[in-house]
């Protein structure tokens, strides 16, 4: 199960293939900025999970290229390498995802798809721990 397995997903996608190169950044940032600052006690919304999930995603393409995160890849081609701040982001807005409160932590469970889905975002979590260097929880 991939992170762009999703109609969310692959509208922010076509979200950042529509912006001008210099802008993608901003975008990603944004996308993970609205999943990592939703409070703990408040539930993540499906929309902004999986558009950060996305997100992280392409900032670990980008860093770490093996042509198998991102459909179609050529956006890797024109996207700026991601800064160290928007992997830290990458990372915190990938723990919150994962996180108990998060409808698309509870949504994929509900399809038994739970251990599969988490499996694979912690995956990309551990990536982008590995490309930020930034490892506290």
Do not use: H, Y
């Not at 950044?25 to 996305?54: F, I, W």
Request: aromatic share 4%; hydrophobic share 50%.
């Amino acid at each position: 199960m991939g992170a762009f397995d999703n109609d969310f997903a692959l509208d922010f996608l076509d979200d950042v293939r529509g912006s001008a190169p210099g802008n993608i950044p901003d975008v990603l940032s944004n996308a993970l900025s609205a999943a990592a600052e939703v409070g703990a006690e408040d539930c993540l919304d499906r929309a902004e999970g999986e558009a950060a999930v996305a997100a992280a995603t392409l900032v670990v393409a980008r860093a770490l290229p093996d042509g198998t995160l991102v459909p179609g890849g050529g956006i890797l081609n024109v996207m700026p390498m991601p800064s160290a701040s928007l992997s830290r982001l990458a990372v915190v807005a990938l723990r919150r995802v994962l996180d108990e409160n998060s409808e698309v932590c509870q949504l994929w469970r509900e399809v038994d798809l739970g251990e599969q889905w988490r499996s694979g975002v912690e995956a990309l979590l551990a990536k982008a721990v590995r490309i930020s260097g930034f490892d506290e929880g």
